[in-house]
């Protein structure tokens, strides 16, 4: 897309680390680190959310999750990871053009879990949220 920041990386307007890249995707590393080697993987097509991939893209965007951190495991030998995206203003999504974070961690280096990214269940309870589901 025409305005799309990541669309530019990929269509080499912006110039981008590149740590990993197939026909499908393109990983980079973000310009405004939250850890060593945080990087984001993309798929070369813009797709504002994983709900605009089809299952076809969205098997070759975990593919290419999974190799690019197979490549910062060798190179930066990380302790651990986070791993995950941004969903939508509201899950915290600044460029719309999926995007999956991969940060890697350290012992000791400060950080949180995924269960520190919220912490407010709302008022009803797991039963009556399952419920909604059957
Ligand atoms: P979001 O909040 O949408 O999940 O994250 C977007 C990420 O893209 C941010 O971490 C931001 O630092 C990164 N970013 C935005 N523009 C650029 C850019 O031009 N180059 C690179 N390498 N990263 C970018
Ligand atoms: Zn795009």
Redesign the pocket.
């Known amino acids: 897309m025409k305005d799309c ?1 990541f669309c530019k ?1 990929i269509n080499k307007e ?1 110039p ?2 590149t740590i990993y890249e197939d026909n499908h995707s393109l990983a ?5 680190p939250h850890a060593k080697g945080h990087a ?1 993987v993309i798929p070369k097509i813009h797709a504002e959310t994983i709900f605009d991939l089809n299952e076809e893209l969205f098997k070759e965007l975990s593919v290419a999750i999974k190799k690019t951190m197979n490549r910062i495991e060798e190179v930066l030998h990380p302790d651990g990871y986070n791993v995950g ?2 969903h939508e203003k509201a899950g ?4 719309p053009h999926v ?1 999956v ?1 991969i940060m890697p961690r350290w012992e000791g280096d400060g950080g949180g879990s995924q269960h520190s990214v919220i912490k407010n269940p709302g008022s009803m309870t797991v039963d009556e949220v399952a419920k909604l589901f059957s």
């Open positions: 920041i990386i912006i981008n680390h980079f590393l973000d310009i405004f984001v995206w941004n915290g999504q600044v460029v995007h974070h």
